[in-house]
């Protein structure tokens, strides 16, 4: 869902051809999830047409319309081409959470059972709190007979993000 509201399951036939072939050879296969860099949803021009340039399409596994970016100034490219400077805006984590559970919803009518879903994919603005509100919201998104998959978090590219992470937990918060 690249764009809100616009549904597109055809990007998941490869994927989906894929699970079914291993679910074929092991029926008892557990799946992972992990939310895709938002580079892998435009085509060249698009990267170009809406980011600037080709290789400026900000690390992000979520829709810009989930987390937003903000111009902040501009940059030269190796290629000599100016590109805006992206930096992050607007965090819209209950509009990630019904993205999680339309996802969810989808490959359960494909026949799939998601166990793990990883949150963030080395996002760090999936904090505790945004993980508690998740896990306490998405189950109520999901479809009957849809099961609830282990939240994987954090997801993170260091051991000190990782452990940075975990020293933010509140506990008091049931977090």
Known sequence: EREQRIKNDSVYDLIVEMMTAMQNVNPNI???????????AYTNQEKIDIWGH?????FSCFPSWILHWEQDGTKTMSDGTVVPVWKRGYFDY???TQYYADYLNMM?????????????NEQSVITPPITKYIHDNLPSKLLPGVRMPELVVPSTWNVQGGIDWLDSVNVAENE
Do not use: E, H, M, R
């Open 30 to 40: 557990k799946f992972f999830a992990s939310p895709s860099t938002l580079s892998f």
């Open 54 to 58: 080709v290789d400026n399409v900000p």
């Open 94 to 96: 209950p509009a990630l």
């Open 108 to 120: 359960y009518q494909k026949g799939f059972d998601i166990s793990y879903l990883d949150l963030s």
